[in-house]
């Protein structure tokens, strides 16, 4: 609430950045209602994307694995600033409003220069010229940010996945294959490497490796639960 209201007031004041996100894709909401369905949680026709995700408990580890691809859905975020005309794109899809990055200033440079700008907007007091100069500049700098961040979240998560399954190598557990390529021709034999081309139906004992870090894409990525059998190896790196 307070990352749509401080947006909605540069908007009125024709100044400020925003936190913007466009619609997914037709064909990312397909895969992700196809994932949905392989786990036992399907997205009916009728129901709103924020419905049908408060209907999902994390507690469960299907429905915790939807809530992870889910944020797959929407991709591209960005920082959209402006100054004396309101930009075309203001939307943050995910939430369905404009939004701006506002309340955690002390680990998040745009938020510094929002809280400026919303305060001056507030009082009716003149904009600092540096927290205007700036704003241009703000993308950029947040981009290369946010890349940094992502690179330390993924090696902290590899490093608790790693303490996590240490005491479990050689051990299988079961799981939901929820993406991935279509066979050429074993068709899902049990060799684990099928998924049938349709999410979910792949069935077999799998002893899959992670890649070398620097190869993951950024993204969030979702865990595997429940049909397909899966077995941590320990690394001989």
Not at 22 to 37: C, I, T, V, Y
Not at 63 to 82: D, E, K, M, N, V
Not at 89 to 100: L, R
Request: aromatic share 6%; net charge positive; with cysteine.
């Amino acid at each position: 609430m307070t990352g749509m209201a401080a947006a909605q007031l540069m908007l009125d004041g024709k100044v400020g950045i925003l936190r913007t996100m466009p619609a997914p894709d037709e064909r990312s909401l397909l895969h992700f209602k196809r994932q949905a369905g392989a786990l036992g949680k399907p997205w009916t026709e009728g129901t709103s994307y924020g419905e049908y995700l408060r209907t999902l408990d994390g507690k469960d580890p299907r429905q915790l694995a939807i809530l992870h691809s889910a944020g797959l859905l929407f991709r591209g975020a960005g920082y959209t600033p402006f100054d004396g005309e309101v930009p075309g794109s203001v939307m943050q899809s995910a939430i369905g409003a404009p939004y701006a990055h506002t309340t955690a200033p002390l680990r998040r440079l745009v938020d510094r220069f929002v809280l400026v700008i919303c305060e001056a907007l507030s009082n009716g007091t003149e904009i600092p010229a540096w927290a205007r100069d700036a704003l241009p500049s703000l993308p950029e700098i947040m981009a290369s940010s946010d890349q940094l961040a992502a690179k330390m979240e993924r090696l902290a998560l590899d490093t608790v996945e790693a303490a996590l399954l240490v005491n479990h190598v050689g051990q299988e557990f079961d799981a939901v294959v929820i993406s991935g390529s279509k066979p050429a021709k074993n068709n899902g034999n049990g060799n684990g490497n099928s998924t049938n081309g349709h999410n979910g139906m792949g069935m077999g004992t799998a002893t899959p490796t992670a890649p070398p870090a620097s190869s993951r894409s950024p993204s969030r990525r979702s865990p595997l639960v429940a049909m397909a059998k899966w077995s941590p190896v320990r690394r001989s790196e």
